[in-house]
């Protein structure tokens, strides 16, 4: 069974830094493009970036609203994706969560998600 | 980006009743080479994640009930309840995959009548 664990919310002043983690299980995690999707309170919901599998050339993508403060990378060795976020502003405070896509492609849907790690920015 | 425009925002139904619920696309989002629709349906519930419901338009992911189905093409689509169940109350959310950045419709709140 696919099984994907957030890790790394909490609160953080504006201008601070944060790194989330997402551990995922039960499938061949390199072999899959992976996602970050956010949440604001409330709110619908926003994709954040994303990461093809390895079949597909380690592509990258990151919606405007974060490109250049954000950073996704994946660590195939441990099962598990990142989210560098920087200079953090208070409109990046929601639930992020972590999905796993249907193949490499970073043009996949998201067919498995996590429970989603809370980020809230604020002083 | 394209934009997703789902209709109406909310709607109230009687349990056992027909739902649909709209999904309109600022552009088409058929990839031609594959002839696939880059749409999908999620569920969320309040306090979980969004479920993936139906991809490619109209495929049903595996372990959704058959009362849920897909169609449209082009910009234009429908997500179908055929008949609706207590546990169907969620946010029905319509997805675009077709361009970066994918992209959401606002939701849709579906509430017993």
């Known amino acids: 069974e696919v099984h994907l664990l957030e890790s790394g919310g909490g609160l953080v002043q504006p201008g601070g830094s944060l790194r989330l983690s997402c551990a995922a299980s039960g499938f061949t995690f390199s072999s899959y493009a992976m996602f970050w999707v956010r949440q604001a309170p409330g709110k619908g919901l926003e994709w954040v970036s994303g990461f093809s599998g390895d079949a597909d050339g380690d592509e990258t993508s990151y919606a405007d609203s974060v490109k250049g403060r954000f950073t996704i990378s994946r660590d195939n060795s441990k099962n598990t994706l990142y989210l560098q976020m920087n200079s953090l502003r208070a409109e990046d405070t929601a639930i992020y969560y972590c999905?796993?896509?249907?193949?490499?492609?970073?043009?996949?849907?998201?067919?498995?998600w996590g429970q989603g790690t809370t980020v809230t920015v604020s002083s | 980006d394209i934009v997703m425009t789902q209709s109406p925002d909310s709607l109230a139904v009687s349990l056992g009743e027909r739902v649909t619920i709209n999904c309109k696309s600022s552009?088409?989002?058929?990839?031609?080479?594959?002839?696939?629709?880059?749409l999908g349906w999620y569920q969320q519930k309040p306090g979980q994640p969004p479920r993936l419901l139906i991809y490619?338009?109209?495929t049903r992911e595996s372990g959704v009930p058959d009362r849920f189905s897909g169609s449209g093409s082009g910009t234009d689509f429908t997500l179908t309840i055929s008949a609706l169940q207590a546990e169907d109350v969620a946010v029905y959310y319509c997805?675009?995959?077709?361009?970066?950045?994918?992209?959401f419709g606002q939701g849709t709140k579906l509430e017993i009548k």
């Open positions: 490619w338009a109209s």
């Open positions: 552009q088409s989002v058929l990839y031609s080479s594959n002839n696939k629709e880059y």
């Open positions: 997805h675009q995959h077709y361009t970066l950045p994918p992209t």
């Open positions: 999905a796993e896509g249907q193949s490499a492609s970073i043009y996949s849907t998201m067919d498995v």
